[in-house]
């Protein structure tokens, strides 16, 4: 490899944890990285549940992609989308800005919601990927209580006042848990006719037990905590359909006004032009280095990956995972860049334990066999999520943030943005249905006297 | 007035400055209040620039109405927006929950951008009046730098990084020199192909002199201070046309992406519908005691106001007015459900000063003739803020945020969302035009080794 004459270009798709690993571990002095993602910021996805439910703000959990590499020279940021890889002509397309040449190319553009053939679903049950999904989700929720508090009829009081979270993985105990928090102690004061304690959180889990990724035991602790929390949790329940006002079950139909997808995850659609291999969640079966079989110039990291390690253990789509991946394969990429052969290091994932939250001094945690719940679990949580949060100010910021809600039971961002837009694409769908003037105020009013 | 019968109701629509402090001044044990806002939140309008420019985010500078008013019994507060009045039936009609009666109404529904008869422009130009609106023009603005990093055109690049701001007010002022600030500190080190410090920032003003509300030796100290960042002040400019990719004056066109209308107000069209005389920015004329004329029971507070008061001052349309409006209207009616009678008493005005930030340490300030510059009147300006800024909360975060930035030159919250709806909704306006691959990067690459 005669450096001196061109710089390797390696091309990075994708800003998640996979990605900025990779350019923060990559040696930039030997080859230029064109770092590429669609959205100008890299979103911090284990909090975006806070953002949903209107605990943080959504530049609490976000970081502008420029700002993360201001210091790090050779990493070139581009706001774009990679919609075709061509691998013989070692190009990708670009939605934007035509085509880009690799000498190495690392696809790290994540997994999208997967309705598992019901589409039709998102309108009415969307999921929770990016900003714009947790906004939308915060906007609908606060939106329907709002709509709850000016309604006379009690059905429809009941149905805008339920929200069913579908999946009872981490995502959907976080959601569920949280959505509790904040209808029974959040908004409880907030309102002057219905009694938002009283709202309805169903979680559905189509298997046998929530948390399937914990042992039984702290599963089982998980679901306590949930349900002293009041969420009503229906395992083996099997979802025929969902439309604009219920969720309809084999044996029931819930009425409800919000529904949340968090059942699981598909590897973005750019993974299906790939000529490798993929599992039913359309996740790439990658070699032991995370190349493409057949492709070594071409890698795959984080929850686009089906890799069983070299351990001989599946490795899961979590955020450690696409850190650990995107270091992989700047180390091998290094050693290739100082003219390094021979035989690459395969991967091997480093399971340091495993958490989910379910709320205020409620969690689990699984650290290496280490089993743990309520406040340690909770304040481990907390710590470890702190320390991983990209950016000095995000952390100060949500740290507040915490400690404040923590004690005074107020969730700082309850900020229903975009309602004019709402209403002037007059998406009726969206607005209140029945909603009538509300007791006991009669609609004309008694005779009166005036002011002088 | 026999008040134990039945409590007088008293509906006031919008939650602007003037409705809250209305709310927070009127005796709620003699009456009911309904508090009709067509958001959830109120809004720090003064900072709206800078959640604009990227120096703040959304929920800095909003605050719930629910949660200001959750210790103040009979406060009602609805998510609505009243599209008619009705004086002979003493009635408001509401978009979503029908009518609603009244004994008593205050009008505070604030003012909407005002394109002078091109309305057409708005699309081109967007004003600066609600949170939306601010998301907008940040999520452009941004966009645009994005853009200009990857096109190789020079003059595309050239119109990508110029931005005008229509209007020499105070919101114009405020907006030129954050942008300014933006481009030349906080955006610098993000780019490697372009450099954000020349961005061309265009101040257009119609008069011979920016600031008319000031003196003119202060306007003048303004317009150095703007000058010294770099802000390009036109001043007699005249607007023939905008369009989308260009402000039109009588000598000159100026290739720009984004133009940001600050030029004017217009009082909301539900004034329109009122018997009553309104001025030319639709602002109705009130009675000395702010009723209106033949109405008692119908008051109008705020920057909806046209009013010489009693000290034959006309009283501006800025939020220390809007505040003593509400404030002087609840006074009359507190005193009203007490039984009182006789004459109401006129309002009166209390010019506590009036002040413009420019930027870090730049801003000039009058304060009853005491008229100061720089960095004493920049801390001036950012007490008062941080005073007025509703709720706890808000202030601690604000408050970190400016320390921060003013330390750091760092825009805390430089997040483009919606970028997925914007392309969703294939609005090829907002996408990039002309952009190709940038230098020095060929767009197929030289001839390579493979890795082994």
Redesign the interface.
Known sequence: ?NGNE?K??IVMLGAGFGGLSFCRAVDTSRA?V?LID????HTFQPLLYQVATAGL????I?H?I??IF?RKKGI?????EAVHIDPE???VRL??????????LVIGVGARTNYFGNDRWEAFAPGLK???DA?LIRQRI??AF?RA??TDDPAERTRLMTIVVVGGGPTGIELAGAFAELARFVLR????RIDSAQTRIILLEVADRILQSFTPGLAAKAQRQLEKLGVEIRLDARIKEINHDSVILEDEAIPAANVVWGAGVRASPLCDSLPVEQDRAGRVKVAPDLSLPGH??IFAVGDIVHLVDAAGKPVPGVSPAAMQMGRHVARILNR?LRGK??ARAPFRYVDKGIMATIGRSKAIADIRGLRFSGFPAWLAWLGVHLVFLVGF?NR??VF??WI?NYFAY?G??????????M?RMNNHEA??RA????NP??????P?????
């Open positions: 490899m061109r390797k270009r230029e064109v669609r959205q100008n910021h703000s959504m530049p609490d976000a502008p420029r700002s201001r070139d940021v581009r706001l774009d002509k070692s190009e939605r934007d800005t035509g085509t880009i040449a690799y000498d190495s990016t900003l714009d906004a606060l939106y709002e508090e000016l004061r907030d309102f002057r070594p110039d290739e052969r021979g100010r100060v910021i507040i943030n404040y107020r700082g961002a309850r900020i229903i943005t975009g309602l004019d837009r209403f607005r209140p909603v009538v003037e509300a105020l009669p609609p004309t009013g008694p009166r006297e005036k002011s002088p």
